[in-house]
């Protein structure tokens, strides 16, 4: 087979190719959830109002695709409000959340805090306060059975 040959061999087939496509039937619908649907098989027991094919006209009245009534489009004041809104309500999900991560942080850190007192409590040492006249003075067994108390009140609240 010379070059010539084969160049119109290729180009009948091309074009063969190329024509068996075109004249493939295309079909359009619309289905029960509202999608649209394009195939080149017909759509399954659909009434001829509702499907299109690919070669009619787009204007042409029996070929029109009848959809579900929709919404004006929205004017660009109206997108812009709701925008905002959206800008607004992400700003305040933003700050909740920043203000409850504080919450969190502030109350391990009361937490923790409070075992660390407990445990120096708990511990037997001796402890000593300052008092009004700003002399050192130390916790009788008294004093520290109160401060126990207080600070396991105290650790129970900051660490539920």
Not at 107 to 131: F, M, P, Y
Not at 133 to 156: H, I, P, Q
Request: aromatic content about 4%; hydrophobic content about 35%.
């Amino acid at each position: 087979m010379t070059t010539k040959q084969a160049f119109i061999f290729a180009l009948a087939t091309a074009s063969t190719v190329a024509f068996s496509n075109a004249a493939a039937q295309t079909y359009q619908w619309r289905d029960s959830n509202g999608r649209t649907i394009i195939s080149d098989t017909p759509p399954p027991a659909l009434k001829k109002e509702n499907v299109r094919t690919m070669g009619e006209a787009s204007t042409s009245p029996a070929g029109a695709v009848k959809s579900a009534p929709t919404e004006a489009p929205k004017s660009m004041a109206e997108k812009e409000l709701e925008f905002k809104k959206r800008q607004q309500e992400n700003a305040e999900k933003a700050e909740k959340e920043t203000k409850e991560k504080a919450a969190a942080a502030a109350k391990r850190d009361n937490c923790q805090r409070a075992k660390k007192h407990l445990a120096i409590l708990e511990s037997g040492q001796r402890i000593a306060n300052i008092d009004e006249k700003g002399e050192r003075r130390f916790m009788d067994d008294s004093e520290r059975a109160k401060e126990l108390d207080y600070a396991r009140r105290g650790m129970k609240d900051s660490c539920q």
